[in-house]
C-alpha cells in the first residue's frame, strides 16, 4: 500500500516537495554494538526503517520494518529521538523531506537474515566504528547513540 500510496500522491504533485514519515529502530546487542543494515540501494549503511503505511503507527512500522530488513522479532523500548534534517532530490526529480521517529529496540526472537530487497548485509558494529552511512540523518543518529544524547530531534 505504501508505495501505491506515495505513486498516487506523485501522480497528481508530480516532483513537487513532499513530506514522508518513517519509522526505524536501534538494537544495541550484549557488548554494546549497534545492528545496522547495508542498504541495496546505496551499498551504505543505516538502521532498519522504513516509511509507514497509511494508518500504521510509527511503533508497529519500526516492528514490521525490523522484521522485513533482518528477520528478527522485536518490541519497542522507547522513544529515542526525531530527526527531520533530511531533504532529498532522488534522481528521478522527486524531493522529499524525511521526518524520522527512532526506538530503541529490544529482540524478542528470531534469526538475523538479509534475505530481503532491502538489504545486502547486516552487521554489528562498536559505537567508536563509524561505517559510510546512507544520509545525514543515520550520522546523527549515531552520533546521539555514541553520546548517549536520548531524546534526540532537531
Known sequence: MNEDYIQGLRKYIGHAPLIIVFAGGVLVNATAEALLQQRSDSH???FPGGLLHYGETTSHA????FREETGLE????????????QIT?????DIAQAVGVIFEMQQTSGQLTD?????????WFALDRQPDFFNTQAKNIWRNL?????????
Open 44 to 46: 551504505r549503511w543505516g
Open 62 to 65: 519500526a516492528i514490521r520494518e
Open 74 to 85: 522485536t518490541t519497542v523500548l522507547r522513544l529515542l529521538g526525531t530527526t527531520s534534517n
Open 89 to 93: 532530490h532522488y534522481p528521478n526529480g
Open 115 to 123: 534475505n530481503n530487497d532491502e538489504t545486502v548485509a547486516l552487521q
Open 146 to 154: 555514541q553520546t548517549k544524547t536520548f531524546p534526540f530531534y532537531d
